[in-house]
């Protein structure tokens, strides 16, 4: 079992890289432009006083205020950016374990190895989690040694709520995604569907948050318990979130791990 982990690993691991530096490059990006920001912090906060609050609310943006660096970053990487990295990595690990050796036919000489199917399951499961985790933590915690650099202070707690908080929300769509991959026979397939309903669930929490008669939408979409702008800059993480990520996450687990054992996939 932790052959194939490790083999799995090694295969995409270029894959996985190419996303953590990608997040590490725009971290610095925004921490090397919040002092530039900070100073003209009062002119910006007047422009977005004429933004509507409703709309605001809609993308997970609760304060405008530059005063901090983690308003800023909680605005511009944890809103929109990180979550979209995120779900790409976990859906591109996920639909890669199974679908894709299904399409490609070279299921069949996986399957021949002397391990069990929910053995074959959990290896490539953990192997794509322990993926995601490293990139949570490299993507969120690289704060420290940047900050540094640029002499920007920052509350290594509130980066610590959201790290936590982002690795429930990757684990659920990454648990999601691989339920899904074992159901499918194409690796398009599991992008579409997981992407799709990623999209569905995104435009419920806005359209929940513009309509106050369609409030109850929200809890319909992952995006409404990602709130990254209170665990970033209240750091506060709600129990709601924290329990709705890992029901997901262990349902959709067992799941697919059942339905693996039980198919047929002979090409």
Not at 40 to 60: D, I, R, V
Not at 147 to 163: E, G, K, M, P, S
Request: net charge positive; glycine share 4%.
């Amino acid at each position: 079992m932790w052959t194939l982990f490790f083999r799995y690993l090694r295969d995409r691991r270029i894959f996985i890289i190419v996303f953590c530096v990608a997040a590490i490059a725009t971290m610095w990006m925004y921490i090397a432009l919040f002092p530039s920001m900070q100073q003209q912090s009062a002119t910006l906060n007047e422009a977005f006083k004429s933004y509507p609050e409703s709309l605001m609310k809609a993308f997970g943006i609760e304060s405008l205020t530059f005063n901090r660096i983690e308003n800023f970053i909680a605005m511009e990487y944890f809103s929109i950016i990180w979550p979209l990295m995120a779900i790409f990595l976990g859906i591109s690990l996920a639909s890669g374990a199974v679908a894709r050796e299904v399409e490609k036919g070279t299921i069949e000489l996986v399957l021949a190895r002397p391990v069990s199917r929910l053995k074959l399951f959990g290896s490539r499961y953990l192997a794509g989690l322990s993926a995601l985790v490293l990139f949570t933590l490299l993507s969120t915690f690289c704060v420290i040694p940047i900050a540094a650099i640029h002499h920007v202070d920052y509350a290594l707690r509130n980066f610590v709520t959201v790290a936590i908080l982002g690795l429930l929300f990757a684990w659920a769509t990454f648990s999601l995604s691989m339920m899904l991959s074992a159901f499918f026979s194409d690796k398009g397939k599991v992008s579409m569907s997981v992407g799709g309903l990623l999209v569905l669930m995104y435009v419920l929490n806005i359209v929940a948050a513009l309509k106050a008669n369609l409030k109850d939408l929200q809890y319909a979409s992952f995006f409404h318990y990602f709130a990254s702008s209170n665990a970033l800059i209240k750091n506060m993480l709600t129990v709601e979130s924290v329990w709705v990520f890992i029901a997901v996450a262990v349902v959709c687990t067992a799941i697919g791990s059942w339905r693996f054992k039980q198919r047929d996939v002979a090409v």
